[in-house]
């Protein structure tokens, strides 16, 4: 049976800053939620970057979006590499199944290669949807509901050396974004925020505290200077054995070991409470080989960041390798076809290159498992496993499986 026809294709064009209400109405109901406060509403107005937001549309009425922040984006070796941010994806669904999110896809990637940006991330309502387009789960994180009760802290020497002291988020922001911005080229994944994005730190309407606390701040301090900080707020609780509050962690970062544990005690001596609720923690954090019991923390794995290499020579080019490799990659990329084909990549601790070549196959993948693998967090040899990469060349899996790996799992600190 033909396809039935429902009309023009929508219009797909770049976002006016008139048409931004609009469009944010049309992303709000295709994610089924309420509106959001006026504080976040303004917050996500402010940041977007309307040159680089595409609308659908038919007629006047907007029935799809989809954005891309400009990041900077830490990968295995330091460096900061321009990656688009993919954002506010969204199809009305009276135009589902019409090629409109297919279209944005289309368009968004062939713009961002335009822009020499080698990389795009999102992260995904939906994971199913965007492994067709290239993108794959380079990161993963870790959310755990704490019984401080029952698991306790072995801290490290100099904890008891670190002053902690409570702020207003706001009145250390700029002390707190300093802490941050020196652990950014540390970690893979992480974002080096621009101006204006320090503000999504300290958002806090009331309507989304879900009856805890406003946000609080503890900065940790040495010597004079901030080396840590932690914001969180407390729901309060009570049960028939007494109080049984919650600490909802909001963001943590230090500087060195004992600032950290000097955080994380506090977390778990908060008075009234019983749990520590953590989400959206880097999966090698420091507090699981403290806790006297993690059975007590209900670690569970979550994927965060996918990763779609935009141009594959100079994403390879832009990281470094933590062993000599030297490998020819058979690149399958139906989508971005001036991906597709034969490239060599040599590198190491000191730097790589990468470039296009007529020499035979080593290692056949999709430019999905290359993002997948691209930070560091995911093996090339747990995806051969999976059947997703193929050995050409006896021994090439496992050199370029130890080449992409890194010492720091990769870690998205936020979301966008």
């Known amino acids: 049976m033909a396809n039935e026809q429902r009309g023009p294709a929508p219009e797909l064009r770049a976002l006016k800053p008139e048409e931004w209400d609009k469009v944010y109405a049309n992303l709000i109901r295709a994610f089924g939620g309420p509106p959001e406060a006026a504080e976040e509403r303004e917050l996500w107005n402010a940041l977007s970057e309307f040159d680089r937001f595409l609308g659908a549309w038919d007629g006047d009425e907007c029935v799809g979006s989809a954005g891309a922040f400009s990041?900077?984006?830490?990968?295995?070796?330091?460096?900061?590499?321009?990656?688009a941010g993919v954002t506010m994806v969204g199809v009305a669904a009276t135009h589902r199944r019409r090629g409109v999110l297919t279209s944005m896809m289309r368009r968004q990637l062939d713009d961002v290669r335009s822009w020499g940006e080698p990389l795009a991330v999102l992260t995904a309502s939906e994971p199913a949807i965007y492994g067709?387009?290239?993108?794959?789960?380079?990161?993963?994180?870790?959310?755990?509901?704490?019984?401080?009760?029952?698991?306790?802290?072995?801290?490290?020497p100099g904890t008891d050396d670190v002053r902690l002291r409570y702020a207003?988020?706001?009145?250390?922001?700029?002390?707190?974004?300093?802490?941050?911005?020196?652990?950014?080229?540390?970690?893979?994944?992480?974002?080096?925020?621009?101006?204006?994005?320090?503000?999504?730190?300290?958002?806090?309407?009331?309507?989304?505290?879900?009856?805890?606390?406003p946000l609080q701040c503890v900065v940790a301090e040495r010597d004079g200077g901030t080396v840590g900080y932690a914001r969180f707020r407390v729901k309060p609780s009570w049960g028939p054995g007494g109080?049984?509050?919650?600490?909802?962690?909001?963001?943590?970062?230090?500087?060195?070991?004992?600032?950290?544990?000097?955080?994380?005690?506090?977390?778990?001596?908060?008075?009234?409470t019983s749990r520590v609720v953590a989400r959206g923690?880097?999966?090698?954090?420091?507090?699981?080989?403290?806790?006297?019991?993690?059975?007590?923390?209900?670690?569970?794995?979550?994927?965060?960041?996918?990763?779609?290499?935009?141009?594959?020579?100079?994403?390879?080019r832009q990281r470094t390798y933590q062993a000599p490799v030297d490998v020819v990659f058979e690149v399958e990329d139906a989508f971005?076809?001036?991906n597709a084909g034969r490239w060599r990549l040599t590198g190491d601790p000191k730097g790589?290159?990468?470039?296009?070549?007529?020499?035979?196959?080593?290692?056949?993948?999709?430019?999905r498992e290359l993002g997948a693998a691209y930070l560091g967090g995911v093996s090339l040899t747990a995806l051969a496993a999976a059947g997703r990469v193929r050995e050409v060349r006896h021994g090439a899996l496992a050199e370029a499986s130890l080449a992409f790996g890194t010492s720091r799992a990769p870690w998205l600190p936020h979301g966008f």
């Open 336 to 338: 971005c076809p001036w």
């Open 243 to 272: 109080p049984d509050g919650e600490v909802l962690l909001s963001a943590l970062e230090a500087l060195d070991p004992a600032a950290e544990a000097a955080l994380w005690r506090f977390l778990f001596d908060i008075d009234l």
């Open 132 to 156: 067709r387009f290239g993108y794959g789960a380079a990161t993963f994180q870790t959310d755990a509901e704490i019984d401080t009760a029952r698991a306790g802290l072995s801290v490290p």
């Open 168 to 213: 207003e988020p706001a009145d250390v922001l700029d002390a707190c974004e300093a802490v941050y911005a020196r652990r950014v080229p540390e970690r893979p994944g992480m974002l080096a925020r621009g101006p204006g994005w320090e503000r999504l730190g300290v958002l806090d309407p009331e309507s989304e505290r879900g009856g805890a606390s």
């Open 352 to 367: 790589a290159s990468c470039g296009r070549t007529e020499d035979a196959a080593e290692l056949t993948l999709s430019v």
């Open 71 to 83: 990041f900077r984006l830490t990968v295995p070796g330091g460096a900061s590499v321009p990656a």
């Open 281 to 316: 923690r880097p999966v090698d954090e420091s507090w699981q080989f403290l806790v006297s019991d993690i059975r007590r923390c209900g670690p569970r794995l979550r994927d965060a960041l996918y990763v779609r290499l935009v141009d594959v020579g100079a994403a390879l």
